[in-house]
């Protein structure tokens, strides 16, 4: 089974964070399970493995296990790809440390998807029992290729997203569900993500567990050499 490990990262990325809140998190330890299925075939994919995230580092680490034990090893714009300690492959990737979902959720951004910082500004906003649904509204220069996005939230959580075109076609939506506090800072235990695609939808889903803030130890994990060779 071959694994479009640039296209799950780039997946995983969302919009610029906004500045830190006064309580810094700077590290992110989950393991992780991520469940792929594609309209029109039978089958789908599963990766599992553990995230091993810093974002003052700008370092991530990927130790998958499932389907194949390897390594991926991020750092600004390179990613470095591992099996048994050998580098098999390293290559220019766009910068999800910086703007990975794991990013926001330290940052304390998920609530607005960073659109604010992105130049959004809010629309509409409706109450729906406990749920508020707000949309936001793309910067002028950007009107002619971005649509609206519309945000629902309970308890000033994040629990869905949909992205529509300049033509508010929609293109994708995000659930965010099973919250837990961990340090007092909210995560989101699973992250459903459905593409609408001419050829159907391709819909992912990512389940985290075990998850740890602000890690003491396996300082090695995190402040990883450059592999030789990359």
Do not use: C
Not at 30 to 52: H, N
Not at 73 to 89: N, P
Request: net charge neutral; proline share 5%; aromatic share 14%.
């Amino acid at each position: 089974m071959r694994i479009n490990y640039l296209f799950l990262l780039v997946s995983l990325s969302f919009f610029p964070i906004k500045a830190l809140d006064a309580q810094e998190f700077y590290r992110f330890k989950s393991d992780f399970s991520i469940k792929e299925k594609e309209s029109g075939k039978d089958q789908g994919r599963l990766i599992t493995g553990s995230i091993y995230y810093d974002k003052n580092l700008h370092k991530t680490v990927y130790n998958i296990r499932f389907p194949e034990p390897e390594q991926w090893l991020v750092r600004d714009t390179f990613m470095y790809r591992k099996k048994a300690d050998t580098l098999v492959s390293s290559q220019i990737v766009p910068p999800v440390g910086e703007f990975s979902v794991f990013n926001m959720i330290l940052s304390q951004q998920l609530t607005d998807f960073g659109l604010a910082k992105s130049g959004y500004t809010p629309g509409n906003i409706q109450q729906d029992g406990n749920q508020v649904i707000a949309q936001w509204l793309p910067p002028e220069q950007f009107k002619a290729y971005v649509g609206p996005v519309s945000l629902a939230s309970e308890q000033k959580r994040l629990t869905a997203a949909a992205f529509y075109d300049k033509d508010e076609k929609l293109l994708s939506k995000f659930y965010f569900q099973d919250y837990t506090l961990h340090q007092g800072l909210p995560v989101p235990g699973k992250i459903y993500q459905i593409y609408y695609r001419e050829t159907g939808e391709f819909v992912r889903i990512m389940t985290l567990k075990n998850i740890i803030i602000n890690q003491t130890d396996e300082d090695h994990i995190y402040d990883f050499e450059q592999p030789a060779g990359g």
